[in-house]
Nanobody, 114 residues
Framework: QVQLVESGGGLVQAGGSLRLSCAVS????????MGWYRQAPGKQRELVAQ???????DYGDFVKGRFTISRDNAKNTVYLQMNSLKPEDTAVYYC????????WGQGTQVTVSS
């Protein structure tokens, strides 16, 4: 059974940093590209960053230069380092395996105060 468990969210002041983690199980993690998404209240879920099996990365324009996605295949975990956080980054953050798009975790809340 595919499972994704996000953690690391919290309340931080603008300009601060957080590191999110997503532990996955139930499939061969190393063969799937992974993505981080976010959903703010009243808005659609949007792609924040993604990382390929080989480690190539891509980012939404709104986080380029501030966020870094990485993965540790030995730990079946994908990370999102978020720096220079802004109030508009406030959202629930989710990870997703592009090979298994129907599966989502519970998400982790990130709140950035001004």
């Amino acid at each position: 059974q595919v499972q994704l468990v996000e953690s690391g969210g919290g309340l931080v002041q603008a300009g601060g940093s957080l590191r999110l983690s997503c532990a996955v199980s139930g499939f061969f993690f190393s063969i799937s590209a992974m993505g981080w998404y976010r959903q703010a209240p009243g808005k659609q879920r949007e792609l924040v960053a993604q990382i390929s099996r080989a480690g190539s990365t891509d980012y939404g324009d709104f986080v380029k230069g501030r966020f870094t996605i990485s993965r540790d295949n030995a730990k079946n975990t994908v990370y999102l380092q978020m720096n220079s956080l802004k109030p508009e980054d406030t959202a629930v953050y989710y990870c997703n395996a592009l090979r298994y798009p129907a599966y989502w975790g519970q998400g982790t809340q990130v709140t950035v105060s001004s």
